[in-house]
């Protein structure tokens, strides 16, 4: 039985941590798991936005590192196979669709490093953050390095990655890591309804606006703006666009199919 429990739930696809009396450490059959399910939301045409969260009272305490180090010392630590898509986005393409997270309690390296390749993000006011490698003689090696300076700023960041210290949840509410704090036990809630927004949303827009702002982040604005009408143009013939301005015209909800 999978330690990362999927569930389709709509338009949503909902994955959850789900080894609490482990505190959710993160195994290499659930890294794979989870790459598959990635791989699952990015592939089926009927899902649009992604749910990744903690099942009990902790998101995850970090890897199970006894399991990871062989594969870190023979260079495969985060090696992914056919039809799995990288979680962490160090490998392979990205995602082209958004995922919210929420997490709770401990959300400790892996934890933050998933975290900071989703696009919307709910904390419990209980979460305590860290990046503890460097306390076990390596390094945050699935993208903290990488992105979690543009989250809360070159000098928050390497204060955090080179001491291994935790950081609280409003700290990461007040320099933007996480959009939305509520009480213990009501992450999951909050985070649902947004990826319901999301999910209710022109799919086409939605993927749209998701690659831009990706080609931006990662390629410069120059680059995001080269493609900004060139893309919008075949949208604005889509069925979703003359559902759009249908609902807009008979004031009511629109129906989103994703053509």
């Not at 989703?118 to 992105?147: I, M, N, S």
Request: glycine residues 10%.
């Amino acid at each position: 039985m999978s330690d990362i429990l999927i569930e389709k739930n709509g338009h949503i696809l909902q994955m959850g941590f789900n080894r609490p009396k482990k505190y959710n450490a993160f195994t290499m059959d659930m890294f794979h798991d989870l790459a598959k399910a990635y791989a699952r939301l990015q592939n089926d045409p009927d899902l649009r936005v992604g749910l990744l969260y903690g099942v009990g009272d902790h998101m995850t305490a970090g890897l199970e590192l006894d399991t990871w180090a062989p594969a870190f010392a023979a260079g495969e630590g985060l090696k992914i196979n056919e039809g799995e898509l990288d979680p962490f986005y160090v490998s392979g393409d990205y995602l082209k669709k958004p995922v919210v997270c929420a997490v709770q309690g401990y959300c400790y390296t892996v934890g933050v490093e998933l975290l900071l390749n989703t696009d919307v993000r709910v904390a419990a006011t209980d979460t305590r953050f860290a990046q503890l490698e460097v306390k076990r003689g390596f390094f945050a090696c699935g993208g903290a390095t990488l992105r979690l300076h543009e989250n809360i700023g070159w000098g928050n960041a390497q204060r955090y990655l080179l001491t291994g210290d935790t950081w609280t949840a409003e700290q990461a509410y007040n320099w933007g890591m996480v959009q939305e704090l509520t009480e213990p036990g009501k992450q999951f809630a909050a985070a649902l309804a947004i990826a319901e927004k999301i999910a209710k949303a022109a799919p086409l827009g939605v993927m749209n606006s998701l690659a831009s702002s990706k080609k931006a982040r990662l390629e410069g604005e120059a680059a995001a703006k080269a493609e900004l009408m060139k893309n919008v143009q075949p949208l604005m013939a889509s069925e979703d666009m003359k559902e759009g301005v249908a609902s807009f015209l008979e004031r009511r909800e629109a129906k989103f199919t994703g053509r």
